[in-house]
């Protein structure tokens, strides 16, 4: 399995679990710096790299009438300002090929949101523009055919690359974790992310509906997830949820964080000791 650089962090096997983490979508300024603030310093505390995430931008909205984010000339400055103010490795989604030069200059990690990780041009562009990324599963895949993904990105000689499993459908509007993926996508050669936040996430309910996610399993999966062997995990949070405008159904409330990330960083260095990560 090939390391992944992101500026001072680095994600493989035999590496400190790292997290990525930050409200599904960029909302006011304070509400943004409030959230890295926190888990920035739950993260330091035991010693877990760090890599802020939220959206500009949130294509796949159940509705037009949705919030979608502030856009990629706001978000993007407001995620330098997260980079200057706290230290810390940026991260979030691109759509469309036409932003991928100015997202990665101020992005550290460019992800590929799940329903586009099969899109040839943009996969492409994103792997010319020189910057690690992560791809989130389709949902619609057998992780073994995240190779199509991969195969895409080391065509332009890109190999500074995360694979994230996010569940899979099982019947209708659920996802279901096959922790199987996690060991099989590793062996593309690659680290694996593990998405707890969205595999709870129930489709057709709207997010702002409190039956739109069942949150309080997002621990029991983020832990059985550590014990497979996943090199990071990805934990979208926020202090309101319920306030939350995307995904409020499905984000852990940001005081429950520490108590999670206490048992993980504990758990993942007993992985590391049997070097099963």
């Known amino acids: 399995m090939r390391d992944v650089k992101i500026n001072d962090i680095?994600?493989?096997?035999g590496h400190p679990l790292c997290l990525i983490s930050g409200p599904c979508v960029i909302e006011e300024e304070s509400a943004v710096m409030r959230i890295a603030e926190k888990v920035k310093t739950l993260a330091s505390r035991y010693r877990i790299p760090f890599i802020f995430k939220a959206s500009y931008e949130k294509d796949n909205r159940g509705s037009a009438a949705g919030y979608a984010g502030p856009g990629i000339e706001e978000g993007l400055a407001l995620l330098e300002k997260v980079k200057s103010r706290f230290g810390v490795p940026v991260l979030s989604d691109v759509h469309r090929e036409t932003d991928v030069k100015a997202a990665a200059e101020v992005l550290d990690v460019l992800q590929v949101p799940a329903y586009l990780c099969q899109q040839t041009a943009l996969m492409t562009v994103v792997g010319k523009a020189g910057k690690p990324v992560n791809v989130k599963k389709g949902q619609f895949l057998a992780p073994e055919n995240?190779?199509?993904?991969?195969?895409k990105l080391e065509s332009v000689d890109n190999n500074q690359i995360l694979l994230t499993e996010r569940?899979?459908?099982f019947g209708y509007?659920?996802?279901?974790?096959?922790?199987?993926?996690?060991?099989?996508?590793?062996?593309?050669?690659?680290?694996v992310v593990f998405d707890a936040t969205h595999i709870i996430r129930i489709y057709g309910i709207p997010s702002s509906d409190p039956r739109g996610g069942e949150p309080q399993y997002v621990p029991h999966l983020t832990r059985a997830a550590v014990a497979a062997g996943a090199n990071a995990l990805f934990i979208e949070t926020h202090y309101d949820p319920a306030s939350a405008k995307c995904d409020a159904a499905s984000m852990l409330p940001l005081d429950e964080l520490e108590i999670l990330l206490r048992q993980t960083s504990q758990l993942s260095e007993l992985i590391r000791e049997w070097g099963l990560a």
């Open 10 to 13: 680095t994600v493989g096997k």
């Open 146 to 151: 995240m190779a199509s993904a991969v195969g």
């Open 167 to 169: 569940g899979s459908c």
């Open 173 to 191: 509007n659920r996802l279901v974790a096959d922790f199987r993926g996690i060991p099989i996508m590793q062996s593309l050669g690659y680290p």
